[in-house]
C-alpha cells in the first residue's frame, strides 16, 4: 500500500528565513509526487509535481521541491519565506492502486507552515 | 478563470436525512474525483469518474453513498441516512487524462462543500 508521511504537524520560521516543510513517501514502483496548499476554508491549491527527471522541480510562488529516491523523501522548500506562505501543506503520491486502474492520489496529513513577520 | 465549483459551500442537516452536493468541473477536464476531508487530516480518497463512467470506488464509500456523472460534466454526490460520522469538508477535483496509464496531470481542487450533522 502506497503511503505519505509528514512528520511535523507545526513548522514556524521567520520572515525572510529558508523554509522546508518535510515529506517522505512509501510505495511499491514509480511514485508521482505533488505538494499541494490548503488555506483555511478554501480547497487545495497545487504548487508542484515530480514526474521523472531532473531531481529538483520548481513551482508556483517560488517554491520547489527535492526527489530523493534513496531517502524516499520529497521535501517542499522556499529560499526566503513570506508571512503570506502561511498555510495546510500537503503532500500527495500518485501510483496505480491496480493494474490496469488509474492512478490515486494519497495525501499525508498536512503541515501547518507559520510564517512569523 | 473558470475553476471547480461545488455548490453548496456549507451544509448543515439532521441526522439521517439526505444530502445532495453538486461539483462543476473544469469544462475540459475528462476525469472528476471526490475526495472527504477531516479535521487535521488530508483528503481521503472516495471515487473518480472518466467522463460518465465510475471507474473506482474506496472503501470508505458506503452503500449510503452514491456519485454519479449523467453526462459527463458535473457531478454529484449523496448520501443517505447521514450520520454523525459523516461530517466532514467534501471536496471535488478534475483533471485532464488521456488513458488510463497517465495521471501525471495535477488535479484541481473546489473549495469544498463542508457537511455538518446535528
Known amino acids: 500500500a502506497q503511503s505519505v508521511a509528514q512528520p511535523e504537524d507545526q513548522v514556524n520560521v521567520a520572515e525572510g528565513n529558508p523554509l522546508t516543510v518535510k515529506c517522505t513517501y512509501s510505495?511499491?514502483?514509480?511514485?508521482?509526487l505533488f505538494w499541494y496548499v490548503q488555506y483555511p476554508n478554501r480547497g487545495l491549491q497545487f504548487l508542484l509535481k515530480?514526474?521523472?527527471?531532473?531531481?529538483l522541480v520548481k513551482g508556483s510562488y517560488g517554491f520547489e521541491a527535492e526527489f530523493n529516491k534513496s531517502q524516499t523523501s520529497f521535501h517542499l522548500k522556499k529560499p526566503s519565506a513570506l508571512v503570506s506562505d502561511s498555510a495546510l501543506y500537503f503532500c500527495?503520491?500518485?501510483?496505480?492502486?491496480?493494474?490496469?486502474?488509474?492512478?490515486?492520489?494519497?495525501f499525508g496529513s498536512g503541515t501547518q507552515l507559520t510564517v512569523l513577520p | 478563470d473558470t475553476g471547480v465549483s461545488q455548490n453548496p459551500r456549507h451544509k448543515i442537516t439532521k441526522r439521517g436525512q439526505n444530502v445532495t452536493f453538486r461539483c462543476d468541473p473544469i469544462?475540459?477536464?475528462?476525469?472528476l474525483y471526490w475526495y472527504r476531508q477531516t479535521l487535521g487530516q488530508g483528503p481521503e480518497f472516495l471515487t473518480y469518474?472518466?467522463?460518465?463512467?465510475?471507474?473506482?470506488k474506496s472503501r470508505l464509500l458506503s452503500d449510503r453513498f452514491s456519485a454519479e456523472r449523467p453526462k459527463g460534466s458535473f457531478s454529484t454526490l449523496e448520501i443517505q441516512r447521514t450520520e454523525q460520522g459523516d461530517s466532514a469538508m467534501y471536496l471535488c477535483?478534475?483533471?485532464?487524462?488521456?488513458?488510463?496509464?497517465?495521471?501525471?496531470?495535477?488535479?484541481?481542487f473546489g473549495d469544498g462543500t463542508r457537511l455538518s450533522i446535528l
Open positions: 477535483a478534475s483533471s485532464f487524462s488521456q488513458g488510463a496509464g497517465t495521471g501525471n496531470q495535477p488535479q484541481h
Open positions: 510505495v511499491s514502483g514509480n511514485p508521482y
Open positions: 515530480y514526474i521523472t527527471g531532473d531531481n
Open positions: 500527495a503520491v500518485s501510483l496505480r492502486i491496480s493494474s490496469g486502474s488509474a492512478r490515486q492520489l494519497t
Open positions: 469544462s475540459e477536464h475528462n476525469r
Open positions: 469518474f472518466q467522463n460518465e463512467a465510475q471507474l473506482e
